[in-house]
């Protein structure tokens, strides 16, 4: 077993990605029945959270639905074009090649702001590539699309002033 694949069994590390990839159906289920529903979510080891003004009661079909939807495998719900994974991705490499072009720069202030245009020109290029190197990342490391024998034991809700959020706790069987 490699190190990476031990480090992605350790019990906390497996529940999270399992409850990324029913955070992930969940949203896309709830997407397709409300379009322009604007939500976000979030997920750890003991279940994950969904942000935004959605019904309780349609958030658990939703959750229900995605539940039984991947434990029947339909591993492509696991996996959301949104998710942070593929932006943070983008953003480090993006960053990265930023920096490396910052770093060669040399003199003054007005030389530097000539490497302005390579700076701008990488950095979309890194973007451009981040994107899809994130969803490989997402579907390698911080998503398990096999959620085994995951039950959703209570979702709460928390009304704040503008938005609602709701936090969904599992456990395993």
Known sequence: MSLLQSLLSISPVS????????????LQILA???PGLSLFGYSDARGFWVVGNVATETLRDAV???LARLQNGETGL????????NYAVAGMLAGSLAWLVM??????WRRRLQDWPVVVALSTI????????????QQAVTVEPRPGAL??????????RL???????????
Do not use: W
């Open 15 to 26: 529940r999270t990605r399992r409850h990324h990839a029913l955070e992930h159906a969940t």
């Open 32 to 34: 397709r029945k409300q």
């Open 64 to 66: 229900d639905e995605a």
């Open 78 to 85: 696991a996996f959301h074009p949104n998710c942070g994974t």
């Open 103 to 108: 770093a060669f720069s040399q003199g003054s």
């Open 126 to 137: 890194g973007f451009m590539f981040g994107l899809p190197l994130g969803y490989k990342f």
């Open 151 to 160: 039950k959703v034991v209570e979702i709460r809700v928390l009304q704040g």
């Open 163 to 173: 938005v609602r959020s709701h936090r969904i706790l599992t456990r395993d069987l």
